[in-house]
């Protein structure tokens, strides 16, 4: 028992670092029992563990209690500890030990780390992570998005091809089933989307709606990548499986982008194809006011006398929804 003569309490060996992580401290004291006495309960001797505050370098109890053994948990990572053990005895005397001092690890590498490299473009952190081996290359973040994914809509193309070399996978989905060159293509970085080409991406591809990467290049807008797409033989009449809407169609409901439908249209795109509800890109121009685009559409033989499945033509359709301008269009065609 380390109790002197006269039953005072001997100064105790520092507290035994055990298990350090990131995150947690394991701290064992009294190892070789020399406080274990066989008394009374209420005789114990009790144990305290006291950390000491970094700015004001007072010492805190963060344990006591009669075990031998206390974790010391929620620390930060990569950072210097103090600790030292109380020992108190029934009567009220104690005695301190001296301090240890020990210092958590480093957090490991995970995919918060490799997203976060990504996004900031870091190429060499992101090598530097990959190379680890600890991180897989296509984790996906809280959204669903892979590294690869956020590469390619940032258009950062040397980190697309960092990803791929170390393995991943350019046909994954995230959650609403759009792949890398889908996300590029919306963006509109032609430079990936033909290094993604190149490394097998395919045209056929297609999200949860049934749209294709030619669906998502016409959503962006961009007239570069809309026409290397086309000139790669991307098709261009593909329907998505909701309302069976062309990429010309998306236009007319979306955009109205005049130049995009103008290059669609030249390569081929059906002016009078109908969704599931009958309805033309005309009829959808019409209801969605675009101007430019039904004057587009009649130039280049879109069909005005169609009707949906509720047999309304489009000239109704335009004034039930008050568009006086498109109205005017359709109605000068009759005195023709």
């Known amino acids: ?114 997203h976060r490299a990504v996004n900031m473009n870091d190429e060499q952190e992101v090598k530097n992570i990959l190379d680890t081996g600890h991180v897989k290359v296509d984790i996906p973040d809280k959204l669903g998005f892979t590294p690869l994914m956020v590469a390619a809509q940032k258009g950062f193309l040397r980190l697309v091809e960092l990803l791929t070399e170390h393995g991943a996978d350019i046909n994954l989905m995230n959650g609403s089933g759009k792949n890398s060159v889908m996300l590029s293509c ?7 989307v033909q290094y993604l080409r190149g490394q097998g991406a395919s045209w056929e591809s297609r999200d949860k709606g049934g749209c294709t990467a030619m669906h998502w290049a016409a959503d962006g807008g961009h007239l570069k990548v809309v026409q290397w797409m086309i000139d790669d033989g991307c098709k261009i009449d593909s329907k998505d499986t909701h309302l069976e809407w062309t990429p010309l169609m998306r236009i007319a409901a979306i955009s109205g982008n005049v130049d995009i439908a103008r290059l669609l249209i ?15 890109p005309l009829m959808v121009a019409v209801l969605n ?19 949906n499945e509720y047999g309304i033509g489009m000239t109704d359709m335009a004034k039930a929804f008050n568009r006086e301008s498109v109205v005017a269009i359709l109605e000068g065609l009759k005195s023709l």
């Open 1 to 114: 028992m380390a109790l002197s003569a006269q039953n005072v309490i001997l100064k105790p060996d520092p507290p035994v670092v055990g298990k350090v992580n990131h995150h947690s401290i394991e701290l064992y004291w009294d190892i070789n029992n020399n406080f274990k006495c066989k008394v009374p309960s209420d005789k114990w001797l009790k144990f305290s563990i006291e950390e000491e505050d970094v700015k004001t370098h007072v010492f805190g109890t963060i344990y006591s209690g009669y075990s031998r053994k206390h974790i010391v948990e929620g620390l930060e990572p990569s950072s210097p500890y103090r600790f030292r053990l109380k020992v108190t005895g029934h009567n009220g005397d104690y005695a301190y030990s001296p301090v240890v001092a020990v210092s958590t690890t480093r957090e490991p590498l995970s995919g918060h780390h490799l």
């Open 289 to 307: 006011n675009h101007e430019s685009l039904v004057h587009l559409l009649l130039e280049k033989g879109a069909d005005h006398s169609i009707k």
């Open 186 to 192: 919306f963006a509109g970085h032609l430079n990936i």
């Open 266 to 280: 030249a390569a081929g795109a059906e002016v009078n194809a109908k969704d599931t509800n009958g309805k033309t």
